[in-house]
Structures are given as C-alpha cells and as structure tokens.
C-alpha cells in the first residue's frame, strides 16, 4: 500500500531590488551591445569599450536610425551608458515622422525588436579567434530586423493610451 505524505514548504521572504521604469507611449529601451559575446562577424566588444565616446558624444549626439539607414532617422536617444551587461539604450520616437510610428507598432507587435550600433574601431585585439574591440567610437545606433548581435534588442517599450496613464499613477504612489 502506498502512503502518501503531504509536505509543506515553508515560506522564505527576501529583499530583491525591483525597478519600475515608466515609459511613455513613444519610449522604448533595451541594450544596443553586449559585452563578451560574439556577434556574426565573431567580434566581441570589451567591458568598457564605449567609456571615451561616451565622455565625448552625449546621447541626442548618437543618431536613432532605421536599418543604418542616414537618411532614416526615427527619433533621439535620452540614454545612453555602460552597465554591467553591455550598452543599455533609452530613446524616443519622433512620432511624427511616418516611419517612426510605423517602427513603433512594429515593435509592439514582436515583428521588429532588433539593436545594432554603427560605429568606427579605435582600439582592437586579437584573441582565441575573434576581434576583440577595446574602444569604440560610437556614431549611431540603429532599430533593425536581423541583428548582427542576436542577444541586441528592445527589451520594452511605452504603454498604449490608459495603460501607460496608469502606470505613471502607480508609479507616482509608490514613490510617494
């Protein structure tokens, strides 16, 4: 005869950092690079890569494009900076250029989520078969469809009408 026992989990209570980012309906995020991991063409960008152009350039001097497309800006970056897991990214569409709505419901929807930086080589090495870039000279930072840094994409974007109102409410009583 099998005997069934019913065991109780005890409840474990830790602190975790938690971070509530309010994004408007025409902000999106996500990270432009990763440090470590090689890309397509088997570069690999170092920790810290971005640091001088970014002491250099601030972020409304690094150019939001379409498909690396120079004649297709799509908007502004607000935020641009080095984190532990690469070149996180913050920007706003200019919704009234047409492909910039267009790029936004596109993402939206899942069909386009894709980061690629344009960029110039300052500094590089060689090591275990790949390229390895020290320093970056950044210039502009495109939404594309084929990365060639798979791991390269929108990790979110701003809220739809209400929701996004809703959102900034919640937010707004939190801090309060």
Do not use: C
Not at 4 to 25: G, K, M, Q, W
Not at 136 to 149: A, D, K, M, N, Q
């Amino acid at each position: 005869m099998t005997t069934i026992h019913t065991v109780r989990r005890r409840l474990a209570r830790f602190d975790a950092p938690a971070r509530l980012t309010e994004l408007n309906d025409d902000e999106f995020e996500g990270y432009a690079s990763l440090f470590g991991v090689p890309d397509g063409a088997g570069d690999v960008v170092a920790r810290g890569a971005f640091a001088a152009t970014l002491r250099k350039r601030p972020p409304e001097k690094v150019r939001m494009l379409y498909q690396h497309f120079a004649h297709e800006p799509l908007g502004v970056w607000e935020t641009i900076r080095e984190d532990a897991r690469g070149l996180y990214v913050r920007g706003r569409l200019v919704l009234d250029v047409l492909r910039a709505r267009e790029v936004r419901s596109l993402i939206r929807e899942g069909a386009l989520n894709g980061l690629s930086i344009g960029f110039r080589t300052q500094r590089a090495t060689r090591e275990a078969g790949h390229r390895v870039l020290n320093e970056i000279e950044l210039w502009e930072i495109s939404v594309v469809t084929f990365p060639l840094l798979a791991g390269s994409k929108v990790t979110a974007i701003g809220a739809k009408g209400d929701l996004a109102r809703t959102l900034r409410q919640a937010s707004a009583a939190l801090r309060a």
